[in-house]
Structures are given as C-alpha cells and as structure tokens.
T-cell receptor, first 112, second 112 residues
Framework: ETGVTQSPTHLIKTRGQQVTLRCSSQSGHNTVSWYQQALGQGPQFIFQYYREEENGRGNFPPRFSGLQFPNYSSELNVNALELDDSALYLC???????????FGEGSWLTVV | GQQVMQIPQYQHVQEGEDFTTYCNSS?????IQWYKQRPGGHPVFLIQLVKSGEVKKQKRLTFQFGEAKKNSSLHITATQTTDVGTYFCAGPGAGNNRKLIWGLGTSLAVNP
C-alpha cells in the first residue's frame, strides 16, 4: 500500500461528457502528479501540482485541468471526452518534485 | 527536449535465465528511479540511485547508475515468473518543476 488512494476505480463515460477523478495523496506529500497510461504504453505526464499551484504540464490540451486542495488531495477534470481518452489515469504523490513518487491504483476510464 | 530511452522494448526469457534492461538519458540526471508495473497494475517504486557509479542490490535485482549519471541498468539474476511485468526508469527533468521523465519501459515475459 502506498497511501495514495484514487476514486473511482472504474468508470464508463460517453463521448462529449465530462469526468472528474479524485486522488488523496500520501500523508505529508505536497506534490501530486497525474499520468495517463494507455494500454501497452508507459505513463504520460499530464501535470503536476505543488502546494495548490500547477507547476508543470505535459503535452495535453486545456480540456485536461486539475486542482489541488489545501490538504494536498487533488482532482483531474477532463471535458469533452474523446474515445482516445480511454486509459488508466494514475495519480502519484511525492515529498517534493523530482523525488520518488508513489502511485495510487489508478482510475480506469472507458469512453464509448 | 530531454529524453529517457530504454532498451530492449520487450524481452522473453526462460525461467532461470538472466535479464537486463538499459536506460539512457539525453542529459545528466540528479537521480534515476526504477519502477515495476505488473500486468493490470500500477507502477511500483523499486529503487532510487543518486551517486555516480552507484550499485544497489535487492535480492536477485542489481541496479547500476553510470559514472556520467546519464545511464542506468537493471539486471535480474535467475528470473522467476514473479518477475513478469514492465520495468520503467525515470529521472527528474531539468526544468524548475523537476517532473519525472519516463522511459517507455521494458516488458519482461518469463516462460516457466
């Protein structure tokens, strides 16, 4: 157990809908990053939050947005879902950026 | 941009054979981290190497960090079916956010 929890674990959405995924980071970790992992691929960095501010973003469109709360938990929001958004979404927390990250179990999103 | 490359992409071995995966960064890294992802699971942290030329062992796994801190390797001695999975290396990027740059992973299959 890494102490990082994500919800929901699985969900199915229709193209065009919006989705919110949630993550509780490990106690004491102020940095949260989100990754998208398609089947057979490595994790693709979406963005990173440090103390409620986004401080890094990967090559994802603006319809991917996030929040980090004062307790360092986080949300990933995806608007106007597309079929290609179907993937495992991983949240990871770390004591600080660049250090070891601990992943949650992930949220499997299927867009139909 | 900064890249981390891993080879081979796939490796198929007989149980008991050795296995090695190599990781090369386009830039010097402050540390290198290794993760293992079992099929259907999420990446799990294995180890972090920080010092130039560092070698660390975990039972049958041996991790090395190159002298120039640009390459690393993971060697598994006498593979077992429990070693099946994808092994990723990752290192902090050069930007201020120090987000992790991931290799594409090496998928290991072990025949019993």
């Amino acid at each position: 157990e890494t102490g990082v929890t994500q919800s929901p674990t699985h969900l199915i959405k229709t193209r065009g809908q919006q989705v919110t995924l949630r993550c509780s980071s490990q106690s004491g970790h102020n940095t949260v990053s989100w990754y998208q992992q398609a089947l057979g691929q490595g994790p693709q960095f979406i963005f990173q939050y440090y103390r409620e501010e986004e401080n890094g973003r990967g090559n994802f469109p603006p319809r991917f947005s996030g929040l980090q709360f004062p307790n360092y938990s986080s949300e990933l929001n995806v608007n106007a879902l597309e079929l290609d958004d179907s993937a495992l979404y991983l949240c990871a927390s770390s004591l600080s950026a660049g250090n070891t990250i601990y992943f949650g179990e992930g949220s499997w999103l299927t867009v139909v | 941009g900064q890249q981390v490359m891993q080879i081979p992409q796939y490796q198929h071995v007989q149980e008991g054979e050795d296995f090695t995966t190599y990781c090369n960064s386009s830039t010097t890294l402050s540390n290198i981290q290794w993760y293992k992802q079992r099929p259907g699971g999420h990446p799990v942290f294995l180890i972090q190497l920080v010092k130039s030329g560092e070698v660390k062992k975990q039972k049958r796994l041996t991790f090395q960090f190159g002298e120039a801190k640009k390459n690393s390797s993971l060697h598994i001695t006498a593979t077992q079916t429990t070693d099946v999975g994808t092994y990723f290396c990752a290192g902090p990027g050069a930007g201020n956010n120090r987000k992790l740059i991931w290799g594409l992973g090496t998928s290991l299959a072990v025949n019993p």
